[in-house]
C-alpha cells in the first residue's frame, strides 16, 4: 500500500490551477513511494471555492486556512496565495508540522523571509520539508542546461544574460489588481518574474550574485479599481470609476557581477509589447554557449567553440529520455508544456518527503533572491548606485 500525503492547497487562481494540475497528474507518471491526496482546497469565498474544488479535482473545500493547517488530516501546505500572506500561512503550517510548498517569491520581505527560513530550518529538524516554487528550474532544457555548465561545456563563464518578458498591463485601462499594490505584492515586475529569471540565472550558472545596479520605472502610474476576478486578467475596470495608485515597479532593468568574475545583464518588464511569456537565459563562456528561450522550451541552444571553424549554434532537442524529467513522458520529439515543471516539483518535493531530504530549492534560497530584490530596490532608489547583495 503507497503512502499518502494528503495536501491542503491555499488559493485556486492561476498557481492553484497549476498546483492542481501537478498533485492530480505527478504519481501518474512518474514511480513514487507516497503518492498525493488532493484533500482540500481553500479559498475565501464559500461557493467559488466549493466550485473550484469540483472542477480542480480537490475532495473538499474551506475558507478558514488557519482551521485547515491544523487538522491531523493533512501532511502538506501547498501556498498559491498572493505574496502577502506567504509569511503567515508558511510559519502557521510548519509550527503546525506540515511540510510546505510556498509559491515565488517566498516573501515580500527579507525580514518576512528570513522568518520563514528560520522556522523552516527548525521544523526540518523534526522531519519537515519545505521548498519554494521556482519552477522554470525543472523545465528540462533548463535543468540540462544547468548540468552542461557543470559539466565543463562552455568553460569559464563570462556572461549571464537574463529577459523574462510579458506585456499584460500595456493598456492603461487595465485594472490595479493585487499584483500592482505593493502592500499585496511586495514588488511589481520585479518580484514576480524577475524573481523567476534571477533565480533561475543563479541555478544554472552555480554562481550567486553579489552586487547590481538597477533601475526600476512605473510606466502607467495611475489604474481603474478593479472589480473582481484575479491578477491576470479575469479582474474588470469600473467603467469611469475611481482611479488608484500603482505602488509598484512596471519594469526592472539591472546589470550584475557574480562571485564566478561574470558580468549579468537582467530586465523583468510586464511592458513588452507582445512578449507573452518571453523568459530567456543565455551562457557564454570562454569555450561556448549556452541559450535558453521558453518561447521554445523544449530545447537548448548550444555553441561548441571546441568545434572551431566546424563551430556554429546547434538546436539540442531537450526530449530525449535521457533528459531531466522527460523519461517519464512522451517519446523524442513529442515535447513538454509550461504545465509540466510544476508536475516535476511536486515529483522531486514528493520523492523529498519520502526519501527525508530537503528539497531545493529552500527556503534560504528563497531568502537569497530576497536578498537580490532587496538590493535591486535599494539600488534603483539611488540612482542605480552599485549595491551590495546580502547574504
Ligand atoms: C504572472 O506574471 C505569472 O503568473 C507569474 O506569477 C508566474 O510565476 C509565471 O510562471 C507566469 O506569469
Known amino acids: 500500500m503507497t503512502a499518502t500525503v494528503r495536501v491542503a492547497m491555499i488559493g485556486h487562481a492561476f498557481m492553484g490551477a497549476a498546483h492542481s494540475q501537478a498533485w492530480r497528474a505527478v504519481h ?34 474551506a475558507t478558514d486556512w488557519r482551521e485547515v493547517v491544523r487538522r491531523d488530516d493533512v501532511d502538506l501546505v501547498d501556498i498559491c ?19 510546505v510548498l510556498c509559491e515565488k517569491p517566498l516573501a515580500n520581505t527579507l525580514a518576512e523571509a528570513t522568518r520563514m527560513t528560520k522556522a523552516a530550518r527548525s521544523a526540518a ?26 559539466d565543463g561545456a562552455i568553460g569559464t563563464i563570462r556572461h549571464i544574460r537574463g529577459q523574462y518578458l510579458q506585456d499584460w498591463i500595456v493598456d492603461p485601462d487595465f485594472p490595479l489588481v493585487w499584483r500592482l499594490q505593493q502592500e499585496r505584492a511586495g514588488s511589481g515586475a520585479l518580484g514576480d518574474i524577475g524573481a523567476h529569471i534571477l533565480d533561475l540565472a543563479q541555478f544554472v550558472s552555480g554562481q550567486r550574485i553579489t552586487g547590481v545596479a538597477a533601475q526600476t520605472e512605473t510606466f502607467v502610474r495611475r489604474r481603474p479599481l478593479a472589480r473582481g476576478g484575479g491578477a491576470l486578467g479575469a479582474a474588470t475596470a469600473q467603467a469611469d470609476g475611481p482611479m488608484g495608485e500603482v505602488t509598484v515597479d512596471d519594469a526592472a532593468v539591472l546589470l550584475a557581477r557574480t562571485d564566478g568574475g561574470a558580468l549579468g ?15 530567456m537565459l543565455e551562457i557564454n563562456g570562454s569555450d561556448g554557449t549556452l541559450a535558453f528561450n521558453f518561447e ?11 568545434r572551431g571553424d566546424l563551430a556554429g549554434f546547434t538546436t539540442i532537442p531537450v526530449t530525449e529520455p535521457t533528459h531531466p524529467y522527460v523519461g517519464a513522458w512522451w517519446p523524442p520529439g513529442h515535447g513538454l508544456g509550461y504545465e509540466h515543471a510544476f508536475i516535476h516539483q511536486a515529483r522531486d518535493f514528493l520523492e523529498a518527503i519520502a526519501t527525508g531530504t530537503d528539497p531545493q530549492p529552500s527556503f534560504a534560497e528563497g ?10 530596490l535599494a539600488s534603483a532608489a539611488d540612482h542605480a548606485r552599485w549595491t551590495d547583495v546580502g547574504t
Not at 506567504?86 to 506540515?98: N, S
Request: hydrophobic share 45%; glycine share 8%.
Open 28 to 61: 501518474r507518471f512518474f514511480e513514487l513511494d507516497v503518492h498525493p491526496q488532493m484533500a482540500v482546497l481553500v479559498g475565501r469565498d464559500p461557493a467559488r471555492a466549493a466550485e473550484a474544488a469540483a472542477t480542480l479535482g480537490w475532495q473538499e473545500s
Open 296 to 306: 521554445n522550451m523544449n530545447a537548448l541552444e548550444y555553441y561548441d567553440a571546441s
Open 125 to 150: 529538524g523534526n522531519g519537515v520539508r519545505s521548498m519554494v516554487g521556482f519552477t522554470y528550474r525543472r523545465v528540462p532544457a533548463v535543468a540540462l542546461m544547468r548540468r552542461m555548465v557543470a
Open 81 to 99: 496565495t498572493p505574496g502577502d500572506t506567504h509569511a503567515e500561512i508558511a510559519l502557521a503550517a510548519l509550527g503546525a508540522g506540515k511540510h
Open 367 to 376: 531568502t537569497g533572491v530576497q536578498h537580490l530584490l532587496e538590493a535591486v
Open 265 to 279: 545583464t537582467f530586465e523583468a518588464t510586464r511592458f513588452a509589447t507582445g512578449r507573452k511569456n518571453r523568459i
